[in-house]
């Protein structure tokens, strides 16, 4: 072998071993680099080979591709497990400050709420105290306040849903550009029939940071060029292009924010489910159910009491004898349509519906959604939005869960929607109207006394208003009439105007009076009801108010059951998505490491694979250096 080939051998090998050298100094360079991923010399034997008499003798080596690992499969992976712990790890953070809204004890609606009925109940023993009076007013402008406070939390909690949906929004478009210019880069690079490694890095590393702010799936293509699609299907970057995602008021309810996706000037709403995870789909979740169900516990629990207050407030008689008028005003239900309901050439909607509250008792945490039912023609499809619960062939008028459905005039059009809110404003506007202590309605209208020759052993327990009187307050006697408790309620003049039989433990109940008794009646035994002619010395109706407390007001629960149950309810949530967000962490983070140990940076092992490099390089140097001796010793014989 000449010392020509020999030199050419030794070239060959000292820039194998310095590729290789300079690509493990890579590799440990960039061991922190976020998304680089290791990169590896590939080399052959030099093609072609010398005969001789002895045999064939090789050309040396080439180094044909430097690749990085790689492993599409884990790297998906990776990127949904990002996704997924970045949606539970926004809600999670969400439910932590709305926990701090619904604190308990006398901080909390419910204390606030015993509270009045603790201050009704001292009024009742002191019916004409005005500092008793002035008391009960502090507590019910404190419950209004206290409410309001709630109310503003919650929207300022959906104010920060919607500017920070507003801002992955524009994350996620500012990545998808950078991946679009990105892919037309790696596109023309890729001509040149060699990997952009660098390229494909960055590549990955806008998939993965695109994949925190929503759910993707990615296709690679054969030039190496990402397509990248949100979890409905939906194309958000392809080739070099990119489609740009909107953050929007909802046209079912502009307080609420939606994302969608714009396609040749046409916006696509994606709902929360289209959208999957990322920061935003954890983000949108946390509005349409968490904040949602909080807005409206709240709002029912206002709507309950200041209903029963209100209502039992105007069946009393104030200090000066008067009727009492209504202790709070709030929000009444509310019908929101839809932005694409069907409008005149004004622009007006034409079908404008309205909802009524026929029993407050009885309204559920929830809003609804109102359409035509396609099943029913004349009918409408209502569905409750808490539950998804669907009431199908709904007519106009009809009563569910406490409120009357009203369509007006003009019927909704095929494709009208509409949104009911029978209690989910009720809190933002609540206000505390009486200022005035005489005002309060502690006096029932009527007061009963027992006819001193009665031989039973009954006697007037209590008697409360449950309603106005139709026919007014005149005196009235109850009369009974046989052993078995039959009985004649007899008008001023003797007319019997109403009759029955007495069940013990059960009131008598005429006109809006309900009049219970201890004991039993016996033959001939009356009651005399008549019109009250002292209301600073009545209690009859504060005591009606101070037993609110125990009374069925939230649908089947008292006031502070009621709001027990929705800290429960939002405990639960909060614990559930702490463990969510707990897991999927660790879920998110095992992927990383998997990924990590397949395309990422050993620094021990590189550290070995350079002093091998080292030693392949000195001993190609070595390979030179003899073939320059060899050369000088033919040399000095030639001369």
Do not use: W
Not at 68 to 90: E, H, Y
């Amino acid at each position: 072998m000449s010392s020509t080939s020999l030199m050419s051998l030794g070239r060959q090998a000292a820039f194998a071993a310095y590729a290789q050298l300079q690509t493990t100094g890579n590799n440990i360079a960039n061991a922190s680099t976020p998304g680089y991923a290791r990169q590896s010399v590939h080399q052959a034997a030099a093609a072609g080979m010398a005969y001789t008499g002895s045999g064939y003798l090789g050309r040396g080596v080439s180094v044909t591709s430097v690749t990085r690992a790689s492993n599409m499969f884990l790297a998906s992976q990776a990127v949904a497990a990002t996704a997924a712990a970045s949606a539970d790890a926004a809600r999670n953070d969400k439910l932590k400050q709305l926990e701090q809204v619904f604190v308990g004890g006398d901080a909390g609606l419910g204390g606030s709420a015993t509270q009045i009925f603790n201050a009704y109940a001292d009024l009742a023993a002191a019916p004409s105290d005005l500092s008793a009076r002035q008391v009960v007013l502090g507590r019910l402008e404190g419950f209004a306040s206290l409410a309001r406070g709630f109310s503003s939390q919650i929207e300022q909690s959906q104010a920060g849903v919607n500017n920070d949906v507003s801002a992955a929004v524009g994350t996620v478009n500012g990545l998808a550009d950078q991946l679009a210019r990105l892919n037309i880069n790696i596109a023309s690079t890729n001509q040149a029939k060699q990997q952009p490694n660098d390229l494909l890095d960055q590549r990955d590393l806008l998939i993965q940071q695109i994949g925190e702010q929503i759910e993707v799936h990615t296709l690679i293509g054969p030039d190496q060029t990402a397509s990248v699609f949100v979890a409905c299907g939906q194309n958000l970057v392809q080739g070099g292009s990119s489609h740009a995602l909107v953050a929007q008021p909802d046209a079912a309810d502009p307080a609420r924010i939606v994302v969608g996706i714009q396609v040749a000037g046409q916006v696509t709403t994606l709902g929360a489910q289209a959208i999957g995870g990322g920061l935003i789909g954890g983000l949108l979740s946390f509005q349409d159910t968490d904040l949602a169900d909080a807005r409206c516990r709240v709002g029912q629990l206002v709507t309950g009491l200041a209903s029963a207050v209100n209502q039992q407030q105007t069946l009393g008689l104030d200090l000066h004898g008067r009727p009492g008028t209504p202790l709070f005003a709030f929000p009444g239900p509310q019908v929101q349509a839809d932005a694409g309901n069907a409008r005149d050439g004004s622009g007006n909607l034409l079908a404008n519906p309205t909802i009524s509250v026929m029993d407050a008792s009885v309204l559920k945490a929830s809003d609804y959604r109102l359409c035509c039912d396609p099943a029913n023609a004349g009918q409408y499809l209502v569905t409750r939005l808490s539950d998804g619960q669907r009431f199908t062939g709904v007519a106009d008028g009809q009563v569910i869960d406490g409120f009357a459905i009203n369509i007006g005039a003009q019927v909704p059009a095929a494709g009208d929607t509409f949104l009911l809110k029978p209690v989910s404003a009720s809190a933002s506007g609540l206000t505390a109207l009486l200022k005035n202590p005489t005002g309060l309605a502690a006096a029932n209208p009527v007061t009963g006394s027992s006819n001193p020759a009665n031989s039973g052993s009954a006697t007037i327990n209590t008697i409360g208003m449950v309603a106005v009187s139709a026919a007014g307050y005149t005196p009235l006697t109850l009369s009974f009439i046989d052993d078995s408790g039959s009985y004649q309620m007899l008008d001023v003049n003797n007319n019997v105007v109403a009759g029955g039989s007495f069940v013990v433990g059960q009131p008598i109940s005429h006109d809006g009076i309900a009049i219970s008794l201890s004991g039993r009646p016996g033959v001939g035994d009356r009651f005399m009801i008549a019109p009250t002619t002292y209301p600073a010395a009545n209690n009859g109706n504060a005591l009606r108010l101070d037993g609110m407390a125990s009374s069925a007001l939230i649908d089947g629960q008292t006031v502070g059951d009621a709001y027990a149950s929705a800290i429960a309810q939002l405990g639960m949530r909060a614990q559930g998505a702490a463990a969510a967000a707990t897991n999927s962490g660790i879920f998110s983070a095992q992927a990383d490491a998997a990924l990590s140990g397949a395309v990422g940076v050993n620094l021990d092992e590189e550290a070995a694979r350079l002093i091998q490099y080292q030693q392949a390089y000195q001993a190609a140097a070595k390979v030179l250096q003899t073939a320059q001796t060899m050369f000088d010793a033919i040399l000095s014989i030639a001369h």
